[in-house]
């Protein structure tokens, strides 16, 4: 799925290019899904909040925080970095303030069907190659009805009991129901192992590691059962010539 933010202060004009997006879904292999906001404040709490978009439609001068100020809090979260951010606006003399912000278009009001069409395709086509190529280095998580993207090196371990999932990051517990056997299959087995089971951790994350449990950087003891004992601890061998 395609993720799409617009943020426009005038719902008129949101709207319309909402409208616009819409009626272009079916040129894509992909599902399109729209978040519409109507400040610049409302989409900077998402994006604090863990939203992750691949393509954000947005308004310059707005009421309050402007459209570059957000677009600064955005190329500061690691996680919507890989993000096209394309700028809509009557005016034309940003140039130079948007440079910092690695704007992959600009689009001059009022939006037609053309020019937002000659933008949104390339895009999506980006996104598209983008997640293809393996290039978000992310773990999807379905969190009441949205997905979420779960950086890699933010992840310490996972632990699953009853088809419940606790991912341990580096900043909070994300509780969600799948299985282990799923989640591995998202994950790179470079430096991520199953370790019993009802653990997956990641290396990277490891301070020590014996025949029976694993210590990780965060003080927590995780246990290794007997059966992946000897597998365990030659993959971390493996791992720990890699970083040599």
Avoid: W
């Avoid at 303030?97 to 980006?126: E, M, N, W, Y």
């Avoid at 393996?134 to 009441?144: A, S, T």
């Amino acid at each position: 799925m395609i993720h799409i933010a617009i943020c426009d202060d005038d719902p008129r004009s949101a709207g319309l290019v909402e409208s616009l997006i819409s009626d272009n879904r079916e040129r894509f292999s992909e599902k399109i899904e729209i978040s519409v906001y109507y400040s610049a404040e409302r989409f900077v709490e998402a994006i604090e909040h863990g939203s992750i978009y691949d393509i954000i439609f947005m308004d310059i001068e707005m009421g309050g925080m402007n459209g570059i100020m957000a677009g600064h809090v955005l190329r500061a979260d690691d996680a919507n970095d890989p993000a096209q951010l394309i700028y809509i606006s009557s005016y034309e003399q940003y140039h130079l303030q948007l440079f910092d912000v690695r704007p992959s278009g600009f689009i001059k009001k009022p939006v037609d069907q053309k020019s937002l069409t000659d933008k949104l395709i390339p895009a999506v086509q980006k996104a598209i190659r983008i997640r293809q190529q393996g290039r978000l280095n992310f773990l999807p998580v379905q969190l009441k009805g949205k997905e979420r993207l779960v950086p890699f090196r933010d992840i310490h371990y996972l632990e699953s009991r009853i088809r419940r999932i606790s991912l341990m990051t580096r900043d909070e517990e994300i509780h969600y129901y799948g299985t282990l056997g799923e989640e591995a299959q998202k994950l790179p087995s470079a430096y991520f192992i199953r370790i019993h089971q009802s653990y997956i951790v990641n290396f990277y994350s490891v301070k020590e590691i014996s025949a029976r449990k694993i210590v990780l950087i965060t003080g927590d003891e995780l246990p290794v059962s007997e059966k992946n004992s000897i597998p365990v601890r030659k993959a971390y061998m493996k791992f720990r010539g890699n970083l040599a």
